[in-house]
């Protein structure tokens, strides 16, 4: 097993990035599914033939508009054309389903197009820019991958045990895509403007002149 620092030029994206290619399959877990993230690897993703997701229970926070870390990225206004393009990739592409509780870990499964295991990536890790190491992470995150396709084989079959037990549902998908397809919509700004003042002068106990 090879250590992944998730800093500098050894990062989870620097190995996930290249072998993101046509064909291909990828398996996640993840306690989170960003925006962000998945702006960095969009044309790998695009390319893949399909992709198994496990995300948390319903009302967990997916986190998808990013952290604090990724106020730059909310900057750019790309996030509608953003949510666009994910929603659309999960209808096409992957396949969801929720776990029973929070997800302490995660894991990323690489496999070709007859889904044999290329390489496993586990740990500390998400599907969010600090995650795959585009932003700053906790220093104390322990990541591996695999470097012989005999671990990469034994340690997909944890992934697959709980694919597996999970309950294939339509309705889980269907959720999360609307979920998605809600930032994609249209808001007039006057809805924009009141949500920003509601969120600035919520706490303070005062009414707003109209």
Same mark, same amino acid.
């Given at each position: 097993m090879k250590l992944i620092r998730n800093v500098g030029a050894d990062r989870v994206i620097d190995w996930l990035g290249p072998q993101l290619t046509t064909g291909r399959r990828c398996d996640l877990v993840s306690s989170a599914l960003s925006l @962000?993230? @998945?702006a960095e690897l969009l044309p790998g993703l695009a390319a893949l033939e399909r992709c198994c997701? #496990?995300?948390?229970?319903? +009302?967990?926070d997916r =986190?998808?508009? +990013?952290? /604090? /870390?990724d106020? /730059? =990225?909310?900057?750019?206004?790309q996030t509608r054309w953003l949510a666009s393009r994910l929603s659309q990739w999960l209808a096409d592409k992957a396949e969801v389903r929720r776990a029973h509780g929070a997800i302490p870990q995660? &894991? #990323?499964?690489l496999r070709d197009g007859e889904a044999r295991?290329?390489?496993? #990536?586990?740990g500390s890790l998400a599907f969010s820019t600090d995650g795959l190491g585009l932003a700053p992470g906790n220093p104390l995150s322990l990541i591996q991958a695999s470097e012989t396709p005999e671990e990469a084989r034994l340690l997909s079959q944890w992934f697959d045990l709980q694919w597996s037990?999970?309950? &294939?549902? &339509? +309705? &889980?998908? /269907? =959720?999360v895509i609307a979920q998605v397809q809600s930032l994609a919509t249209y808001q007039a700004p006057f809805l924009v403007y009141s949500l920003i003042l509601h969120h600035l002068f919520r706490d303070r106990g005062e009414d707003l002149d109209e």
């Open positions: @962000f993230a @998945f997701l #496990i995300l948390p229970p319903p +009302g967990s =986190a998808l508009l +990013g952290t /604090a /870390a106020r /730059a =990225a909310r900057n750019r206004l995660g &894991a #990323i499964v295991p290329l390489q496993v #990536i586990l037990s999970l309950v &294939a549902d &339509a +309705g &889980a998908q /269907a =959720a």
